[in-house]
């Protein structure tokens, strides 16, 4: 029983097999984003490297398979793939491997069988540990450079905090757990490194997850008390150009649908009574979707968030994010725009929150001269209302203006 020719006839079958047990395993979250291709990725080239192994004819193709193994790696580090998901993946292929090859090894000898089983057993523990060890290095150089952005960004915030004390101590309560969580994560990565002491990558892999997951909350906190100091300190400044509404709406609902579909949550858009083209700053008003869009995200668990927009009397436009989530309380409607303002006191800020989302918010939507409302229902929901002039006041960038 030639068992290379087998598996080399029936790699379609494999790579269509696994990629369906992939999708319908559910507990690899990171494959749901990706297409086909994304989750089949070099899996058919890996394939026919483990064939020559089994051939008795031809010389075994190692360095294929350790080339792809590392390229991999570094693919799903790239995808936001957890180490366990990696793990789950490798354990689903060498299932759909062995089921696939089944009927034909009961056709081979004892000792075909468990050559066959022993050579494909070693090259999948070959790939499996090329795989990790490329991806452990890209998660690193990922920690690194977030360690370098949270220097350039710390540099920029110590210089920022010295004019504008504001909020300073709540700040430094709000970045001590994470702060505490990388720094405490780092060292014991460190000290086991050192050591050179540490058989299992895995206690390792969940530390760097930890930090990197910690740094990511941390620099946004940052960069979000930043946005406000700027304001406050009079430094961020207009730049008005020609923008269509629409295709600012459309790209921001596209950039956040990733985050409402774990939730089965529906983003429905209304445009059609919105402005052809406003003179706005662009970037300021996408935060201010952005910020909106998401905040509805995180606070509702079911049903629809709303997203419509029309031209109002007197040269003025409007913008209206409505969702069905927990809703705002009365006494503290006329609060939430202040910054770490929570609907309720009683429950802690969500993993990704910073508490700072409306009130960047409130502050870009005077920039852009214009006022937001609220509307809002404990467990029915939240209407935020925007309405801005069809064309702000200033200089407009000619440079940028659309055609």
């Known amino acids: 029983m030639d068992f290379s ?54 010389d075994s193709d190692i360095k294929t398979l350790v080339q792809k193994s590392l390229e991999h790696g570094v693919l799903r580090a790239k995808q936001g793939y957890e180490a366990e998901e990696i793990g789950r993946e490798y354990r689903l292929i060498r299932w759909v491997i062995f089921s696939t090859l089944e009927q034909d090894m009961l056709k081979g000898s004892v000792a075909e069988v468990l050559r066959a089983c022993r050579l494909i057993d070693t090259a999948l523990d070959e790939v499996i540990a090329q795989c990790f060890k490329s991806y452990v290095n890209e998660r690193l150089q990922e920690l690194e450079q977030l360690q370098s952005q949270l220097t350039l960004t710390n540099q920029e915030l110590t210089r920022l905090v010295r004019a ?10 709000e970045l001590k757990n994470p702060l505490n969580s990388i720094i405490g994560y780092s060292e014991l990565f460190l000290r086991q490194q ?97 910020n909106l869009v998401s905040n509805a995200i995180r606070y509702t668990q079911s049903g629809t968030i709303q997203v419509a927009c029309q031209t109002l009397a007197d040269d003025q436009w409007a913008i209206t994010v409505c969702d069905t989530g927990i809703g705002i309380a009365p ?30 918010v409130c502050r870009l939507v005077k920039l852009l001269q214009g006022k937001i409302d609220l509307v809002s229902q404990v467990g029915v929901g939240s209407t935020f209302t925007v309405i801005l002039p069809l064309a702000v006041k200033g200089e407009l960038s000619e440079n940028n203006a659309c055609a």
């Open 5 to 58: 020719q087998v598996l080399l006839d029936k790699i379609d079958t494999i790579v269509k097999n696994w990629v369906e047990a992939v999708d319908q395993d559910g507990q690899i979250e990171a494959a749901n984003q990706l297409t086909y291709e994304g989750v089949r990725d070099s899996l058919p080239i890996v394939l026919r490297a483990i064939a020559t192994m089994l051939s008795e004819s031809e």
């Open 164 to 173: 504008n004390q504001d909020n300073l101590s709540h700040l430094a309560h």
């Open 331 to 360: 006494e503290f409607q006329a609060h939430i725009f202040e910054p770490y303002v929570r609907a309720d006191s009683k429950q802690p800020y969500l993993p990704d929150s910073t508490g700072l989302g409306l009130a960047i």
């Open 194 to 290: 050192q050591k050179n002491q540490v058989k299992d990558n895995s206690a390792n892999l969940e530390h760097i997850e930890r930090v990197l997951r910690s740094g990511r909350q941390t620099l946004r906190l940052i960069n979000d008390v930043l946005e406000i100091s700027r304001y406050e300190a009079g430094k961020m400044k207009l730049q008005p150009t020609r923008t269509d509404v629409r295709e600012l709406i459309k790209n921001v609902v596209e950039m956040l649908e990733p985050l409402a579909r774990p939730k089965e949550l529906q983003i429905v858009v209304d445009g059609d009574r919105a402005p052809e083209e406003v003179i706005t700053d662009p970037l300021r008003l996408q935060q201010i979707v952005t």
